[in-house]
């Protein structure tokens, strides 16, 4: 006997949940389905557990810069274990307190992989369910190369599986999951190598953001070595691991060595074969500004899409949909212009709105015009150690619009959320120099740049 629903979620990340849990509330009888942990990727081995690791970092840097302030502090050592319990304890909160909320919400959960059997009709555990409506939320998976040795390495998920703080690390990758591992392994002290495949980090971010991002990890000790072609990796009879590149130049020492070269959409099991589901070349389910497929009835949100990959999107994405397919409102989509994002890189960076490159294509070169400052944050006034920020506005046009905003420095990922609203709203530079500053902050130096 086929269970009957209104609406079918795959996918227990964020995203889905967010999405199953609004349309209960407009009435729907939902279903959803999972067979790991509630919370998805963010949760369990992103955003969440990687926030946990950075801000342990981020102390350990901060303690280093106390004796400059006249603190006298014995540095006793790091304990690795006692983070990772707490961080897991944390997010086993998080699972359950998901868990709750379905309940409380109304929403069915059932545990298990689910496979299409028709257009609007799955298979869990043996067992069919249909709706009118069902919604792919299955997330992605990190990449691992089909060459010699690749298993030698761990990805991103088997990181938060690590019960020891490797010593030496190798990092293969330039975006940001690859960037953010970096910086905090070698907050914590560990020596880590990073291996780009071209010549430069976070190739994607207006180009300040990767230079100055990129120079302040190699000032700081990370060796980044760039345009590798990478052939294999290896393990010596120390136990130690290393690579290969093209050329047969071998390297080696290394404790782990950590795959962070992109991620692909979870959706090899659905038996998308049978909906008439279309994707593109890189396996991403192909959706219109509304999240439909090419099969009607049909809907994707979050990593198996091509939009931002980022979970707030996702859930932006779900809750809307619910609200056009069951609250009466035809014309409700997420907006994707100027979606604010944070690299929690060493030292971080929030951007959101076109690169300088990408603003000076899209309205030519005589209309845009680039406001930046680049100065030592207060916390390092009297410290021997010495960190960069840098701000800067991407003005367009005779009203000089801000269709651009990045800094990098510290508190970079606090700061780009207000301003964000501002520039969600059609903030010009004169907003921005109307605006009186907070002093003495970073922050200020947005709205007093000339």
Known sequence: MISKFDFIVIGGGSGGIASARRAAEYGAKVLIVESGPLGGTCVNVGCVPKK????????????????????????????WSTIQQSRDGYISRLNKIYQTNLEKSGVTLVRGVARFRA????????????????????GGQPV????????????SNGFFQ??????????????????????????????????????????????????????????????????????SLLKHSDGRLGYTDSDGNKSGGFDCIIWAIGRYPNIAHLNLEVTGVKTNDRGQIDTDEFQNTSASGIYAV????????????????????SRRLFNHEPEARLDYNNIPTVIFSHPPAGTIGLSEVDAKKQYGDARIKIYKSQFINMRYAVSEHKSLTMVKLVAAGASEKI????????????????????IKMGATKQ??????????????????LR
């Open 52 to 79: 946990v690791m950075w801000l342990t970092a981020q102390i350990n840097e901060t303690l280093a810069l106390a004796k400059d302030y006249g603190w006298q502090i014995q540095g006793q050592g790091f304990n």
């Open 119 to 138: 257009k609007n009709c799955i298979e869990v555990n043996g067992d069919p369910y249909q709706a009118g409506h069902i919604l792919i939320a299955t």
């Open 144 to 155: 691992v190369p089909d060459i010699a040795g690749a298993n030698l390495g761990i990805t």
């Open 162 to 231: 690590l019960k020891a703080q490797p010593k030496r690390v190798l990092v293969i990758g330039a975006g940001y999951i690859a960037t953010e591992l970096a910086g905090l392994l070698h907050g914590l002290n560990s020596e880590v190598s990073m291996l780009l495949r071209k010549d430069r980090l976070l190739r994607s971010f207006d180009h300040d953001i990767h230079e100055l991002v990129m120079q302040q990890m190699q000032n700081s000790g990370i060796n980044i070595m760039t345009n590798i072609a990478l052939d």
């Open 302 to 321: 979050g990593d198996v899409t091509p939009g931002a990959q980022l979970t707030p999107v996702a859930i932006a994405a779900g809750r809307k949909l």
């Open 403 to 422: 269709v651009g905003c990045h800094i990098v420095g510290d508190s970079a990922d606090e700061m780009i959320q207000g301003f964000a609203v501002a």
């Open 431 to 448: 907003d921005f120099d109307n605006t009186v500053a907070v002093h003495p902050t970073a922050a200020e130096e947005l709205v007093t």
